[in-house]
């Protein structure tokens, strides 16, 4: 579909990222784009409570910073986190613009898995709460929340991205993971808190 070499789609993150440099860098690029955009973007739906031209526009550029910045990756770290490193300050400087605006209606940004035995009224409310008590963060818990839960990142991988200790990680998600509990404690509160779990 994009005349890309049938190889191109063995290689590792790591070695797309080498091939940045080199005359195969569009066909690197757009394989990286290929692998990541859908999840980036999910990511950023969720970092800007669902303002979906926004998260379109930052997964553009994330991409065209990759391409700028692909010779300050570290050869021993995994691309994956280096990505969302630059993500994760995209979003910081992001906030710092100016605020975003609410979720919109039937965005699918927190779509979060729960056994409701198919009743879909009781889901939901359930993914409603759930989006407005993760809008409700602040903007370092939230983001510690969603690369936690949502991206389904280790405590580890999160202090990388975010360069703090892992301790503060821990902390922030469990802040943030009280009140989001405390927020769903009244529909479902035997099970509330049994999905948020740093371990």
Known sequence: MFGLKKDIHSFTDEALIQLLSTRRCNEALTEIHARYSKKVLGFFLRMTKGNREKSHDLVQ???LRILEKHHLFDPTKRFYTWMYAIASNMVKSSFREKNHEGIEEGSKAFDFHHDFSDNRLDREVFQRLLKVAIEQLEEHHRLAFVLRYMEEMSVKEIAEIIEQPEGTVKSRIFYATKKITQ?????????AGQHFKLS
């Open 61 to 63: 550029d994330l991409f």
């Open 183 to 191: 927020a769903l404690n009244e529909f479902i509160p035997e099970q």
